[in-house]
């Protein structure tokens, strides 16, 4: 069995699919868009017929729902609704249960002060249960995001989760996607883009990935949120120290949506987007 992160560009950059027992790790400071990410590559795997198991820690069942269902909703052309929209619409989410049913995408939701023996149980019987070929674990905590594991007051080293991560992944026979955060070091640096060695938990953490995505949006950053569309900045690389390339790609906000250049065919407001992102490359490249 196998995954990719659902972005033709990214996979490209990558080479290989990510297969059983690997692990993805995807990065980013706060407020970046890892979530919408994450929500956005199971989608597009699902889509594609893999079995995604998607676990929200920190998240209800419902908003799990309603994150799924604006970013399905503008995939599956039916119209598209907005994160703005009012989250209390029943109808809004009748029909987003029905939709979410009829895509092989299971949901899981944990409480923060989840310990690590329970979320590998959960992991472990409801990824069997649903046949998952791709799981991934949602929480800025999960390497090395907080003082406690998922916020309880027994620590548990980065270390230690990303080595269960990897035993998880290889008896389980599934492709882990694991979100985690990166240091404010990178803050400090002039370029302030995201490098291997910002992922908070130690330097020998990105070693036991198999693939990196470290996410940036340089607009965000700045302060310079103007349009509907903002560039988002993707380093990704394989495993190992093997080198970085970088993808852009376009994050739409009020969608919790993101758009890759290299998706074929796309509709005429998505195609507007991404030439509205490029433009912003080029003028990046200039100013550089």
């Known amino acids: 069995m196998y995954a990719r992160s659902g972005f033709p560009s990214i996979d ?20 970046m868009g890892c979530t919408t ?21 920190g998240m209800s069942h419902r908003e799990l729902q309603e994150r799924l269902w604006v970013a399905f909703s503008r995939d599956s052309g039916d119209g598209g ?24 995408l299971a949901l899981l939701a944990l409480p923060n002060h989840v310990s690590l023996d329970r979320l590998l149980c959960e992991l472990w019987s409801t990824a069997i249960d649903s046949r998952a070929a791709a799981v991934y674990v949602d929480s800025s905590f ?25 035993w998880f992944a290889g008896e389980s026979q599934t492709a882990v996607f694991a979100l985690a955060r990166l240091s404010r070091g990178l803050e400090l640096r002039s370029d302030r883009r995201p490098r291997r060695s910002d992922i908070r938990g130690g330097s020998q953490i990105p070693s036991l990935a198999s693939a990196l995505v470290l996410l940036d949006r340089p607009r965000l950053r700045e302060g310079q949120l103007q349009h509907r569309a903002d ?13 970085l390339a970088p993808v852009r790609l376009a994050f739409i906000r009020d969608e919790l949506r993101i758009i890759d250049p290299g998706d074929w065919p796309v509709c005429c407001d998505d195609a507007r987007l991404i030439e509205a992102v490029r433009s912003e490359a080029d003028t990046d490249s200039c100013e550089e």
């Not at 990410?37 to 820690?57: E, Q, T």
């Not at 029943?90 to 987003?96: L, T, Y």
């Not at 560039?231 to 080198?243: I, N, S």
């Open 81 to 104: 609704l907005s994160w703005s929209d009012d989250s209390s619409d029943e109808e809004a989410m009748i029909a987003a249960s029905d939709s979410l049913a009829s895509l092989p």
């Open 37 to 57: 990410f994450a929500i956005n590559s199971a989608m597009r795997n699902a889509l594609d017929g893999i079995r995604c198991l998607y676990v929200g820690i």
């Open 12 to 31: 490209q950059k990558l080479g290989r699919p990510l297969r059983s027992g690997q692990i993805c790790m995807i990065a980013g400071r706060p407020s």
């Open 142 to 166: 999960t390497v090395g995001g907080g003082t406690g594991f998922f916020g309880s007051s027994i620590t548990t080293g980065a270390k230690t989760v990303m080595r269960s991560l990897h």
């Open 231 to 243: 560039p988002m900045d993707v380093v990704v690389a394989r495993g190992g120290g093997r080198g």
